[in-house]
């Protein structure tokens, strides 16, 4: 599977947008881009997820470059609740996910 | 609609114990996997079910961990015997049937293992 690369913490404001970056300059044609999170002491959770053109839906925003090396998750006004892990995964196989990291986002009001 | 559902949420052993784990997935979802996720890192994913059958199970420690899926519904992970470094959240997710790119995978809260 091709990496993806996230910086390991993000802070933010309560209310304010939040861009959260995602590099994966090694991705291939058919990789769709996933994002998830998790809430503490909870299994991870769906976000959003597309494969060449920006998507929105009720949780987020997904813009992703027109060359795919990279994709942003905005979080247009951030609220307590959103401080979570943020994973960028990359799937291709239609299978498993490869979590990494991820980005610790921390929500300040 | 109901999530996934797993049991115990906590469990304590002391190591050489066994240990086992129970998920019960989606609805209607064929895909199953249990991850394991230690502190601090992303779940790693240790086997993937089709129905009653294995797709993936490169990562699971064979001489200690075993899965099943009886009849294509709940499944169960055990440990035997236990080691330190098994300590971790055991995560169980499903999706539905099909296993494209594009299927969303639900996860369960996950069981806090924590080996003494």
């Known amino acids: 599977d091709a990496k993806t690369t996230q910086p390991n913490s993000m802070e933010s404001n309560e209310e304010e947008p939040v861009h959260l970056p995602c590099n994966h300059s090694t991705i291939s044609g058919t990789d769709y881009i996933h994002w998830y999170r998790q809430l503490p002491s909870q299994g991870p959770e769906y976000v959003i997820h597309?494969?060449?053109s920006n998507v929105n839906n009720r949780m987020a925003s997904l813009a992703i470059a027109e060359d795919r090396k990279s994709s942003t998750l905005i979080l247009h006004r951030a609220t307590l609740r959103d401080a979570a892990v943020y994973y960028c995964i990359l799937t291709n196989s239609g299978y498993a996910l490869n979590f990494g990291k991820g980005t610790s986002l921390l929500v300040t009001p | 609609e109901a999530g996934v559902a797993q049991s115990p949420r906590y469990k304590i052993i002391e190591k050489r114990q066994s240990v086992a784990f129970w998920c019960n997935p989606i609805s209607g979802h064929a895909t199953l996997y249990w991850y394991q996720q230690i502190l601090g890192q992303g779940p790693k994913l240790l086997i993937q079910f089709q129905n009653n059958g294995v797709v993936d199970d490169s990562q699971l420690p064979k001489d200690r961990f075993s899965a099943e899926r009886l009849k294509g519904v709940d499944s169960t992970l055990k440990i035997q015997p236990a080691k330190l470094e098994d300590s971790a959240v055991y995560l169980c997710?499903?999706?539905?049937?099909?296993?494209?790119?594009?299927?969303?995978?639900?996860f369960g809260p996950g069981t806090r293992l924590t080996v003494l």
């Open positions: 997710a499903s999706s539905e049937p099909g296993g494209t790119s594009e299927n969303e995978q639900f």
């Open positions: 597309g494969l060449t």
